[in-house]
């Protein structure tokens, strides 16, 4: 339900859009602006000077993320495993349709941790295997392993202004986008794609404005606060309630939830319309 772009090239085409705009200008440091857009990620500095406070609810689970090398091609399909500790490993595949190697997101309890990070790579990689049920065949290690732990979170406030620049004569204002102002489990890939949407309603609100407000418009601002966390708390509920599900380690509880997932995956107009709702698509033209 989601897109696979390997960072690099994100950001490779980022630099190629602004190289040749004459209204963007890339700067190494803060400068003074009517409005600051703050996404720095979950632990931004800057929302914590701002003080803003972020609620946090803990999931218990550490994410583990590194690159693998795959015996067999991924063919470009995106694949998850649930185990019955409740963890949760995702296969996401790199370098295009003939590609084999994948990014990893192992999300594990907190206790693990230790165990998987400091094992070698041969006993790593060997594990994931296991998991994988070798469906892409024998795995070898291509990078270091990262981690951080897993959580919902959300700002308390996300626009205001900017402290001490009333003082200057010039009013300065300041939102949160992205991770710095939310952030959901990644067992669907939604993270990015709601940053995106962050991006997409403040550029609209702030286009359609007249031309007499200023970027900074407090009522602007506002007006993006609420509809964004209007569109998130639905998608944030849901993906609490999908690891709440997958962490849950009964055998009934597991079984209905193997039935309904693939229930799900045979359900053809459902999927497609769930998949193309979580990429932000129009839905397609039937005629």
């Known amino acids: 339900m989601a897109w696979i772009v390997d960072v690099p090239a994100l950001e490779r085409r ?10 963007v200008e890339v700067v190494k440091a803060p400068v003074a602006a009517p409005l600051t857009v703050v996404c720095e990620g979950r632990a931004s500095k800057t ?40 963890s949760i490993l995702a296969f996401l595949p ?10 990893v997101v192992w ?13 070698d790579d041969t006993t790593f990689a060997q594990k994931l295997q296991e998991i994988s049920e070798g469906s892409l065949g024998t795995l070898e290690l291509i990078a270091p392993r990262a981690s951080w732990p897993l959580q919902q979170a959300r700002a308390r ?54 031309g007499w407000r200023s970027v900074g418009d407090m009522k602007l601002l506002r007006q993006y606060e609420r509809e964004r966390k209007s569109a998130l708390m639905p998608l944030g509920a849901t993906m609490d309630a999908l690891q709440q599900l997958f962490s ?15 229930g799900f995956e045979m359900s053809g107009p459902i999927k497609e319309w769930v998949a193309r709702q979580a990429m932000g698509l129009q839905p397609p033209d039937r005629h």
């Open 107 to 119: 999300s594990t309890p907190q206790e693990q941790l230790p165990q998987w990070l400091e094992c």
């Open 47 to 86: 929302r914590s000077e701002l003080g803003v406070e972020f609620d946090v609810t803990p999931y218990g689970q550490t994410a583990i993320a590194t690159r693998l090398r795959c015996e067999r091609p991924h063919l470009q399909i995106a694949r998850q495993w649930f185990t019955p500790d409740g």
């Open 248 to 262: 849950r380690k009964e055998s009934p509880l597991q079984a209905l939830r193997n039935w309904g997932m693939r």
């Open 157 to 210: 406030r996300w626009c205001g202004a900017m402290p001490g620049s009333a003082l200057t004569g010039r009013q300065e204002w300041w939102a949160l986008a992205g991770d710095a102002a939310h952030t959901v489990h990644p067992l669907a890939g939604q993270g990015l794609n709601m940053g995106l949407g962050d991006v997409a309603a403040l550029a609209r609100i702030l286009g359609e404005r007249p």
């Open 94 to 103: 790199l370098d295009g349709a003939e590609g084999n190697s994948v990014a």
């Open 14 to 23: 980022l630099a190629d859009a602004t190289r040749f705009q004459p209204l």
